[in-house]
């Protein structure tokens, strides 16, 4: 699967960009958020997500001018209901940092100005995906879901399992840990949840 892709921006449309890399152009659907970040650019890199197109079983890839959008995709369609179609329509409607503050308010008139988005979606994305957005000092963080994106993190996680602990105790700890410092690096990560394990 691939993760990245950087080069020349061959073609960039609102809803797509081809990125040519090596005389191959490939081709992803994109946010307006991503568009807005790409346009004027004449090289970029782009994060994918590869989704399954329901109808026909195709494969689409989805790009993302950055990790922390690309993350909140597929927090988004990890809901129930929410389709690759609703969340690319979420974050061309909000940046990651808009739509966690919607979520972390629990506003769900602000969310659901998504076209196509009614209250019950709307609810369904606060109750779901409220409790797994990390703040920073400064309110939400662009590493909008640092636990789940940063190496450190992924890295920490998988010394603390190897060292015998349960899962999902290993990332509690680790999320508390990130609430109060959401730039740990690996080794701290580490000290400070086996404090707390």
Known sequence: MIDYISGKVAVLTPTRVVIENNGIGYST?????????LEGKDSATIYIQQQTNPRDGSFVDYGFAGQAERE???????????????????LSTFSPDEFAEALLAEDIK??????????KSAQRLVLELKDKIVQGDGGVSSALFAAETNKAVDEAATALQLLGFAKPNVSKALQSILKINPTAKVEDLIKAALQIL
């Open 72 to 90: 909140l995709f597929r927090k988004i369609i990890s809901v129930s209901g929410m389709g690759a179609a609703t969340a690319r329509m979420i």
């Open 110 to 119: 602000r969310i659901q100005s998504v076209k196509g988005l009614g209250a």
């Open 29 to 37: 659907e994109i946010s307006l958020q991503t568009y807005a970040e």
